[in-house]
């Protein structure tokens, strides 16, 4: 099975003139988004707090994280981005996914739009 990757962009706030772009990884097994520090910082969002992760091979390891605004795929939501290693591909978890309503089809390798964000 391939890869899925979506260019995503990062800002501080929605007024921000400064943001971070790039080609993200879809990671369905990750909750929230991976950016690296250095490039977060450049354009302007700062960690807020820390928070413990458990990684993909088992490790646990703390990380800071801040708040943004997330766009992709016309879409814009808000939350969390840890402040990852400066040589860590970008990671897109699915928070942000389902927050807009977009699910990753696993045959085709593609994100497809819910037709309605569930409520209930």
Same mark, same amino acid.
């Given at each position: ?38 490039? &977060?910082?450049k ?11 458990e990684?993909?091979?088992?490790? =646990?390891?703390?990380? #800071?994280?801040?708040? =943004? ?11 969390r981005?840890?402040?990852? #290693?400066?040589?860590v591909?970008p ?11 977009? &699910?990753?089809d696993? =045959?085709?390798?593609t994100?497809?739009?819910? #037709?309605?964000? #569930?409520?209930?």
């Amino acid at each position: 099975m391939g890869l899925t990757h979506v260019t995503v962009t990062l800002k501080a706030s929605q007024s921000s003139k400064k943001k971070y772009e790039a080609e993200f990884l879809v990671d369905t097994g990750a909750t929230d988004i991976m950016a690296p520090a250095k490039k &977060l910082l450049k354009a302007g969002i700062k960690p807020i707090a820390k928070t413990v992760y458990e990684l993909a091979d088992g490790s =646990v390891k703390e990380y #800071p994280f801040g708040l =943004v605004v997330i766009e992709f795929m016309g879409e814009t939501t808000a939350g969390r981005v840890i402040f990852g #290693p400066d040589e860590v591909e970008p990671i897109l978890g699915v928070t942000a996914l389902e927050s807009v309503g977009i &699910l990753v089809d696993a =045959v085709r390798q593609t994100l497809k739009r819910m #037709p309605a964000i #569930p409520l209930k």
